[in-house]
């Protein structure tokens, strides 16, 4: 065992992460003030640079890159099949979406989109949607958390729990479950999930109707989140935003009917976006609302997959969800950029192949948290210290995405 | 709109040498262009009523490699009202390895263009914050490069862990 060197001298520390502001560019009356980066309203691990003037926000310069694990490296140094776990953990609390965006990009660039079978996209579907429940519940309990409301926070993690469990049942994990491969499945679903899934769907149901009483038209809560850190809809665009904040400025942009990819065009469900009936339209209340809305909207998508599964593609003896995964994954020579619509947005792989082997030249995730956050800075300046942490969590970032 | 119509309007505003190349085989279909003018083609592209490419999807570098001694570098558009996509790609020289930035066309580049500098050390032009935003300010090198080596040691600490080390 050889000791670990480690030169310590006083300067190390501001060049390893060095501020942004100095002593001298600050106004009288001006300070910095560090948050994080361990904080309980950053999911993940973020270091904020806010400059204050007394209590209004100045200023604030994120530093990020302390999650960062060369997800572009690695999956530009093994074949495109055994990338899949590393694609679990850009977001880790909705790991199946990212797996089907990937996965799907990769079906296209071979162009066997089409050959797989209907049962396989379906329970694809479905197991994307009940993690897109699982990780709103996650940006909705921790956000009343970080406003300061305890109960609902423990109200959809307790109906959180169920879905993981559902979750693991199928593939035998947790959080990162490695579950949607090139072409088909890991598995088929267990005997008797459906039924299960339909009992669970039954049961949530009534408690989103809580939901909304207790969280979403609770009085605190609008009066903490109304009006605070109000996003237009071209700043929106400008700054690259997409999904539920895109959406709870107003705009009715969602991949998976603008795509229309998988099977969600034979799906019937709405989009809801924001309409400013709390304040203006754009605010963490609309984020949060926006949200919620989805919920319901995945329940809607849930009950019509597992209405496929049980009547039109049933489970057969002989089905094999693994009968159409490639040996060899080896795409023609290409740029391809396919994206997809994850629980926080616009999740994009820029993939290159060289049409000779089945590692790709370059990968590039293009993640929805990493523009999402980009725009903090620019809606936060003049509110207060305590409204900055309710607009960090309205942004619902997962800093696994933002370094990757 | 078609790719050849792209091309059109690129070619009516900046002359017939501006589009270099088509590329159908990417998937949106590719215009590789002229790295110098690459703002005023975004800006152009941003702003005409017919293309309205108003959201940057993503932004990324590749680096071909010492032998060739070319970078690229790849925008992925997209207009949201006339739901259309375009892919641009422009070739620059891997020595100096400069182009203009695309900031103040849509400010999401910001950080797409610190990534693309922190990992592949494109230099963009006229970006008003160009720091490293995922590794470590004074780490050296740019790891997405072809001839990256990892340095053994970050500040005394070993990089790479031998078999048996359990530190």
């Given amino acids: 065992m050889s000791t670990i060197e480690y030169k310590y001298k006083p300067g190390n520390l501001n060049a390893s992460a060095p501020a942004f502001y100095k002593e001298e560019n600050l106004k009288r009356e001006e300070m910095v003030i560090n948050i994080g980066p361990q904080h309980p309203s950053t999911h993940g691990v973020l270091r904020l640079e806010v400059v204050t003037d007394g209590e209004i926000v100045v200023d604030l310069v994120p530093h990020l890159g302390y999650l960062h694990r060369c997800f572009e490296k690695h999956a530009q140094s093994v074949p495109f099949n055994q990338a899949i776990p590393f694609v679990d953990r850009l977001d880790y609390v909705a790991a199946m979406n990212s797996e089907h965006a990937f996965v799907m990009g990769i079906e296209k660039m071979l162009g066997i989109e089409n050959d797989i079978p209907k049962r396989v996209e379906y329970i694809r579907v479905l197991v994307a949607e009940l993690n897109r429940i699982a990780s709103h519940f996650v940006a909705i309990g921790t956000y009343g958390l970080d406003i300061g409301a305890f109960t609902p926070f423990l109200w959809v993690m307790r109906d959180r729990e169920h879905i993981q469990r559902l979750l693991e049942w199928i593939s035998g994990a947790r959080m990162l479950y490695n579950y949607i491969w090139v072409g088909g499945l890991f598995y088929d679903l267990p005997v008797g999930f459906e039924e299960k899934c339909l009992e669970f769907i039954n049961y949530l149901k009534p408690k989103l109707v809580e939901l909304d009483d207790v969280l979403i038209n609770n009085k605190i809560f609008v009066e903490r989140t109304a009006n605070i850190g109000v996003l237009p809809r071209n700043l929106a665009i400008n700054y690259g935003v997409t999904g539920p904040v895109l959406r709870g400025s107003g705009l009715k942009y969602d991949l998976r009917r603008v795509d229309g990819y998988s099977v969600y065009p034979e799906l019937d469900f709405d989009i809801p976006v924001g309409k400013g009936e709390m304040g203006q339209t754009g605010d963490c209340w609309d984020r949060t609302f926006v949200r919620v809305q989805e919920v319901k909207e995945s329940v809607k998508i849930i009950e019509q997959c597992l209405e496929k599964l049980t009547k039109e593609h049933k489970r057969t003896r002989d089905f094999d969800p693994r009968a159409m995964v490639p040996k060899k994954i080896r795409p023609k020579a290409q740029d391809f950029y396919a994206r997809a619509e994850n629980s926080k947005g616009e999740l994009g792989f820029f993939f290159r192949t060289d049409g000779r082997s089945d590692i790709p030249v370059r990968c590039k995730a293009r993640a929805c948290s990493f523009s999402n956050l980009s725009v903090l800075a620019e809606i936060t300046r003049g509110h207060m210290v305590a409204d900055m942490i309710a607009i960090i969590g309205s942004i619902d970032f997962v800093m696994g995405e933002v370094d990757r | ?167």
Avoid at chain 2, 50 to 72: H, K, Q, R, V, W
Avoid at chain 2, 92 to 99: G, L, W, Y
Avoid at chain 2, 101 to 113: G, I, L, N, P
Avoid at chain 2, 135 to 153: K, S
């Fill in chain 2, 1 to 167: 709109m078609e790719i050849t119509d792209f091309k059109q309007l690129l070619t009516e505003e900046f002359g017939e040498d501006v589009v270099l190349s088509i590329d159908e085989n990417a998937t949106p279909k590719a215009l590789v262009v002229d790295a110098t003018k690459i703002q005023a083609i975004c800006l152009f592209l941003r702003d005409h009523e017919n293309s309205f490419f108003d959201m940057l999807s993503c932004l990324t570098a590749i680096d071909n490699g010492p032998e060739a001694n070319t970078m690229e570098v790849i925008y992925n558009l997209y207009s949201i009202p006339h739901e259309h996509s375009l892919m641009l790609k422009t070739v620059i020289d891997r020595e100096s390895s400069e182009i203009d930035s695309v900031e103040s066309v849509w400010r999401t580049a910001d950080w797409h263009e610190r990534e693309a500098y922190d990992l592949l050390g494109v230099n963009f032009k006229g970006h008003p914050d160009l720091r490293r935003i995922l590794m470590a300010a004074d780490w050296e090198g740019h790891p997405l490069r072809q001839d990256y080596v990892e340095p053994e040691t970050y500040r005394g600490m070993k990089t790479i862990r031998e078999e048996g080390d359990p530190s």
